[in-house]
């Protein structure tokens, strides 16, 4: 059974940082594509940060340049380290993965991050 586990999430202000944390079972993120994605009250869900099998990443303007997202395939784990916080920043933030050549995915519940001004 594949389960995702965010955790890190929590209360900081404008300018702070925290680090995301997305740990896996039943299945190998080194494989695999891992994002992390964000959805704020009244808003669509969005992606915030992308890591591909061979590392590539990728972010929206948004967050580039202030979020970074990494692996720890030992730990089978990935993190968001989010620096610079903007109160724009505040939502739940899902850690998701995408099953090489395949159309199923996974997501994690979600960890709240609420940055105040």
């Known amino acids: 059974q594949v389960q995702l586990v965010e955790s890190g999430g929590g209360l900081v202000q404008a300018g702070g940082s925290l680090r995301l944390s997305c740990a896996a079972s039943g299945i190998f993120i080194s494989l695999n594509r891992m994002g992390w994605y964000r959805q704020a009250p009244g808003k669509q869900r969005e992606l915030v940060a992308s890591?591909?099998?061979?590392?590539?990443?990728d972010y929206p303007d948004s967050v580039k340049g202030r979020f970074t997202i990494s692996r720890d395939n030992a730990k089978n784990t990935v993190y968001l380290q989010m620096n610079s916080l903007k109160s724009e920043d505040t939502a739940v933030y899902y850690c998701r993965l995408e099953v090489f050549a395949s159309s199923y995915d996974y997501w994690g519940q979600g960890t709240q991050v609420t940055v105040s001004s």
């Open positions: 890591i591909a099998r061979g590392g590539n990443t």
